[in-house]
């Protein structure tokens, strides 16, 4: 998780995954766009970001998401989880792989 040293990323991170945790999606994508103006192309970040997406039924924006995420390597050891949810989505099976992660950043 690129920005975890980053005291502004983890705060944004932290609270994303507790509005993620009160179902407020819109809310909690907005927290992960801030982490990721501050440490761009963090895959954990891209990922809940995408998680949101799902629960709000925006596969399709979730799937661009992906794909520039692909392209764009980043950290490159997330390679195959990416290809992964990126292949789940596409087979409209993210309902059972998909569920926020509860880890806390300091």
Known sequence: YGGRKDKAWAKSVNEGLALFAQETYEAAI???DEALRIVPKTWYAVQQKVY?????????????ILEK??????????????????????????DNYISCDTLKFI
């Open 52 to 64: 949101c997406l799902n629960k709000l039924g925006r596969n399709e924006e979730a799937l661009k």
């Open 69 to 94: 995420s692909l392209e764009d390597g980043g950290e490159d050891y997330h390679y195959s989880q990416k290809y992964y949810l990126y292949a789940t989505l596409q087979l409209d099976k993210v």
């Open 30 to 32: 907005e927290k992960f």
